[in-house]
């Protein structure tokens, strides 16, 4: 049956994971022409956009988080539901074996990664009838960075900077604007928000992503809505929080509010935040074949415009060189706002590596190292690997170890995204270390980077997770917490939460 649904699907994977949709495109767009090119916010969205366009010429995955595939599927009376569920488990299996899909279904429990993206609950699929004669899918790729910035709150509530938010648009207009600030850079900004006012815990949150099925540039059918959605635009981008949390004037390109019934003794406000990488295709398919008869977000008869401009990434003469290892009076003579270009020798580590750091020597000397908060995706190429994607993942996960492996191991830098906490900013101090923010999501721009794969430790943690031995070349980074105490991102929260409390008035 439907002898090329298969196909289709995995099309439809493939160019998600690779090739920004055009909505989202013109609003990154729009997003650089309003940042100045020589701030940290205009050269992270000139890296950006260089990214964007590298992934689609060479169909990579446009971030190494290739998130949750979430499927919504459209099917007419009588469809075979079974057998085009098996069909996209195959799909999403085959798009991973690709290298297209970072392997990204881990076992809750031991951590175990099958490999596949295929486990309990992955990927998701989500299945409607409908009274017309085709099949309709449609596909987001949403990363663990910005799924850990969603928020749900229940109203009445007391929100920082916001003062109560009531059950009425108001009170939900507070609770969109604290989400976007709480997010700060760790969900990568400028992102979107997709909100479900009402349901209940479970299909608020289901119906906040829906919302992020729309496209950017629509408008909502309810004029209260319209107006609510419209004003939170134009407020958010006054909190000042920028590309990767750098300071900027772009917060946000989309905010997309739904609503659902609700209990009279509960009130929701679901927020599903979604990140640059804003990934979210679909088709149309022939129910007898199965063959792709359209394309959803997508105009073929309009060119896909490049993002980058003819310069793309523009160094200003200020950068700063440093060769790994690193020496303690190199560090200390970095400080907060430097943009770097880390050349050298490179280690990966992320959750479990840290945890594993906790209670065991490592697997290599770190003294004097760089370590790079990245769950890359990598291809076997005979006896070696080659890394096909790799910007870096949120840091703040690894707070609760990073003071530790800084002072037990000698660790001088460590590359991530969104910054760290107070105890890291104290170990920093200590030990003589810095924290360089590099631009996430930026995993093809970054890969391009790598000029080896010298080898690679705890493999048995997956391919994710793995402490990868890489050496860069000219890897951009910015400094973002220096070894003086400074934090950028305690800076920009604090000036971002004035704004915020002058519009909570
Ligand atoms: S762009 Fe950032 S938040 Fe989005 S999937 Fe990539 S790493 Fe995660």
Known sequence: MLPQFFDSVVSLVVKTSTDLPPDVRAAMKVAMGQEDSATQSGQALAIIAENIDLAADGEGAICQDTGMPTFEVHVPIGANQVEMRRQIRDAVSEATRRGKLRPNSVDSITGENSGTNLGPGTPIIHFDQWERDDIEVKLILKGGGCENMNAQYSVPVELANLGRADRNLEGVRKCILHAVWNAQGKGCAPGAVGVCIGGDRTSGYVHAKEQLFRTLDDVNPD???????????????????????????????????????????????????????????????????????????????????????????????????????????????????????????????????????????????????????????????????????????????????????????????????????????????????????????????????????????????????????????????????????????????????????????
Request: glycine share 12%; charged share 20%; net charge neutral.
């Open 223 to 505: 004029p209260r809505l319209a107006e609510l959605e419209a004003s939170i635009m134009g407020e958010i981008n006054k909190l000042g929080i920028g590309t990767m949390g750098f300071g900027g004037r772009v917060s946000l390109i989309g905010c997309k509010i739904g609503v659902q019934n609700r209990l009279p003794a509960s009130f929701f406000v679901s927020v599903a935040y979604d990140c640059w990488a804003f990934r979210r295709l679909g088709v149309v398919l022939d129910a007898k074949t199965g063959a792709i008869t359209q394309w959803l977000y997508r105009d073929p008869a309009s060119p896909v415009i490049a993002m980058a401009d003819q310069a793309g990434f523009q160094r200003t003469g200020r950068e700063v060189a440093l060769q790994a290892p690193l020496t303690e009076a190199q560090v200390r003579s970095l400080k907060v706002g430097d943009v770097v270009l880390v050349s050298g020798p490179v280690f990966t580590g992320r959750d479990q590596v840290h945890a594993y750091l906790m209670k065991h020597d490592p697997p290599v000397d770190m003294r004097g190292s760089v370590l790079y908060h990245c769950g890359p995706v990598v291809a076997k190429d005979g006896d070696s690997w080659r890394v096909t994607a790799a910007g870096p993942t949120t840091s703040i996960r690894e707070e609760p170890y990073q003071a530790d492996v800084i002072k037990r191991y000698g660790v001088r830098a460590v590359i991530g995204k969104g910054g760290m906490g107070a105890k890291t900013l104290a170990a920093l101090k200590e030990a003589g270390a810095v924290y360089l923010n590099g631009i996430g999501g930026a995993a093809q721009f970054y890969a391009r980077t790598i000029t080896g794969v010298e080898g690679v430790s705890l493999l048995e943690f997956g391919t994710p997770e793995a402490m990868w031995h890489l050496t860069v070349k000219d890897f951009p980074a910015i400094v973002t917490m220096d070894a003086h105490g400074n934090s950028l991102h305690k800076e920009i929260e604090q000036e971002s939460a004035k704004a915020l409390a002058a519009l909570g008035v």
